[in-house]
C-alpha cells in the first residue's frame, strides 16, 4: 500500500512506481529507519501525543520486526521505500495503532534522519577500519627502521630515505583522513527529525528527547535546511574520495616498486595473479583494481555534488540519488581498506636491492653541496661545483662514493677526506635528524608520534 493514495482517482502506472521506488537500494536503511521510529513512538508516548500503551505495542512490534528481518524471516519487498515498507508492516501486525506512528513526521525528516544516522555509524566502521591500515604500516615502519631506498622526485632518484620514512608518509595520509572523517561526523551529528514536511510540526513533540534516544548530539535549528541538506553525504564521499586518492597513490607505488625494472618488494603469489597466455607473469592485479575503483567514489562525489546544486527549497525528489551514491562509495572504500591491508600483511623488501638502488643516479650529490656550503661556499656555487662533480662522474663512468679524493679535492680545496663518508647513501639518509627527516632518531619520533596521534584519535 501507498503511503499517499487517498487523493488520487487512478491508479499509478507500473512503469511509473518502478522508476519512483527506492527499495531496491534503500532496504539498506532498515536497521537505522526502524531505529529512528522506535524513538520516535517512544518519544510520542511520553509526551502523550498518542496514547502511552499504544507507543509501546508500536516499539515492541518494530523491535520484533527488527529481529525478524536479521533473522532473514521478514523479507523486504513490496513497497515504494523502506519507510513504507516498515509501517506497512507494522500496520499489517497492529492494525490501526500502526497507523499513528508517522504522526508528527515526514518521510522528509525521517529519511534525512536514518541517512545522518547510518552515515554515522559508517565513519565509524571505516574509521576502524584505517586504524588497522595504519597500524599494520607502523609495524612495517617498525620493522624497517635501518633500511635504506632511494626517494624520488619527477620519478628521478633524487636523496636516499629510509624505508620506514617512507611507508610513515603513508601513515601520515591515512591519519589525516581519519581526522577528515572524524571531523565531518560532528557535522552529521545533528538530528532533522522534528523538522517535519518543511515547516516543522505543530504537536508538542519532544526533539531533545527523540535525539538523546538516537545519541544525536545536536538537533537542527532551520526545518527547511534540515530536510533538504545532504551536505553531510557530500562530505562524507569527499573523505572517502580522498581516502582512496591516497590508497591508489600507494598502490601505484608498489606496481612500480614490485615490478622487475625496480623489484624493491615482493607481493606474495596469494595476492597476485597470473596471466592467460604468459606464463611468466605475476601481475599486482589487486593494487591495480584498487587504483582503478578510484575512479567510481570520485564519480559518486561527482554526482552528488551536481544533484545538490539544483535542488530549490526545500525536499525535491531528486535527493533520492544521495543512497546509491553514499552506498557505492561505502562500499569500494571498505572492500579496498580491507584487501589493501591484508596485502600489505604479505608483502616482503628487498632490502639490497632498495639499498643498491639508493647508490645509484648520484642521490647524494645534495650532501656534497651541503658539505662545501658547511665548509664556507655560498650554495649556488656549491650547487655548480657539485654538478661538476656529477658531470666528471658520468663522463668517468664513476659514482660519488668511489671518487678518489684527490679527485674531489680538484673541483675545491674545501674538501678533505670526510667527504669520502658523507657521500655514503646511509650516512646521507643519518645526517638528515631534522623533525621529520630520514635519520633513524626522526624516524623512531615519527613513528611514536603517529602512534600518539592514533591513539588519541579513538580516546576521543
Ligand atoms: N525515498 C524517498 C527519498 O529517499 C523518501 C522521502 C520521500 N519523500 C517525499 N516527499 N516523496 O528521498
Not at 518502478?18 to 529512528?36: G, M, R, V
Not at 506497512?88 to 544516522?117: C, F, P
Not at 624505508?163 to 561526523?185: I, K, P, W
Request: proline share 3%; charged share 25%.
Amino acid at each position: 500500500m501507498k503511503l499517499w493514495e487517498g487523493r488520487f482517482t487512478q491508479p499509478s502506472a507500473k512503469s511509473a512506481d518502478d522508476f519512483n521506488q527506492s527499495l531496491s537500494f534503500d532496504y539498506k536503511l532498515y536497521w537505522h529507519d526502524i531505529l529512528a521510529s522506535i524513538a520516535h513512538a517512544k518519544m510520542l508516548g511520553e509526551t502523550q501525543i498518542i496514547p502511552k500503551e499504544e507507543a509501546d505495542k508500536i516499539s515492541d512490534t518494530l523491535v520484533n520486526m527488527l529481529a525478524d528481518i536479521e533473522k532473514g524471516n521478514l523479507p523486504i519487498e513490496g513497497s515504494e521505500d523502506i519507510h513504507t515498507f516498515v509501517e506497512n508492516e507494522l500496520t499489517k501486525r497492529i492494525g490501526v495503532i500502526g497507523k499513528k506512528l508517522h504522526t508528527a513526521r515526514s518521510r522528509n525528516d525521517q529519511v534525512a534522519t536514518d541517512m545522518r544516522l547510518y552515515v554515522k555509524d559508517s565513519i565509524v566502521n571505516i574509521c576502524g577500519h584505517i586504524k588497522a591500515l595504519i597500524n599494520t604500516l607502523l609495524d612495517i615502519a617498525n620493522n624497517n627502521v635501518q633500511y635504506i631506498m632511494p626517494g624520488y622526485t619527477h620519478m628521478r632518484r633524487a636523496q636516499p630515505i629510509s624505508v620506514a620514512q617512507y611507508v610513515n608518509a603513508y601513515s601520515e595520509m591515512f591519519l589525516r583522513d581519519l581526522e577528515r572523517f572524524t571531523d565531518s561526523y560532528k557535522r552529521t551529528d545533528v538530528m532533522p527529525l522534528g523538522s517535519g514536511a518543511l515547516a516543522g510540526t505543530d504537536f508538542p513533540i519532544d526533539r531533545r528527547m527523540t535525539a538523546s534516544l538516537l545519541s544525536f548530539s545536536e538537533i537542527s535549528q532551520n526545518s527547511l535546511d534540515a530536510v533538504s541538506d545532504r551536505d553531510f553525504v557530500a562530505e562524507y564521499i569527499f573523505c572517502c574520495s580522498t581516502l582512496m586518492a591516497h590508497l591508489s597513490r600507494f598502490c601505484e607505488d608498489l606496481i612500480l616498486y614490485s615490478s622487475d625494472e625496480f623489484g624493491f618488494i615482493e607481493i606474495s603469489d596469494s595476492y597476485s595473479t597470473g596471466s592467460s597466455i604468459m606464463p611468466q607473469k605475476k601481475n599486482p592485479d589487486i593494487p591495480e583494481l584498487i587504483r582503478g575503483k578510484t575512479g567510481r567514489v570520485y564519480g559518486n562525489l561527482m554526482g552528488i555534488l551536481t544533484v545538490i546544486k539544483g535542488i530549490p527549497m526545500t525536499y525535491n525528489k531528486d535527493l533520492q540519488e544521495d543512497k546509491e551514491a553514499l552506498f557505492g562509495a561505502e562500499e569500494t572504500v571498505l572492500n579496498c581498506l580491507g584487501i589493501f591491508t591484508e596485502l600489505l600483511q604479505n608483502i616482503s623488501f628487498d632490502t639490497r636491492k632498495m639499498r643498491l638502488a639508493a647508490n645509484g643516479g648520484f642521490s647524494t650529490a645534495t650532501d656534497i653541496a651541503d658539505y662545501l656550503v658547511q665548509k664556507g661556499m655560498a650554495f649556488r656555487d656549491a650547487h655548480a661545483v657539485t654538478g661538476q662533480i656529477v658531470r666528471y662522474c658520468i663522463e668517468n663512468n664513476k659514482t660519488l662514493d668511489r671518487l678518489d679524493l684527490f679527485v674531489y679535492q680538484s673541483f675545491s680545496s674545501l674538501f678533505d677526506e670526510e667527504i669520502l663518508q658523507r657521500v655514503r647513501p646511509h650516512k646521507s639518509v643519518e645526517a638528515r635528524k631534522v623533525i621529520g627527516g630520514s635519520a633513524r632518531s626522526a624516524v623512531r619520533e615519527n613513528i611514536r608520534s603517529i602512534t600518539r596521534r592514533l591513539n588519541r584519535m579513538f580516546k576521543e
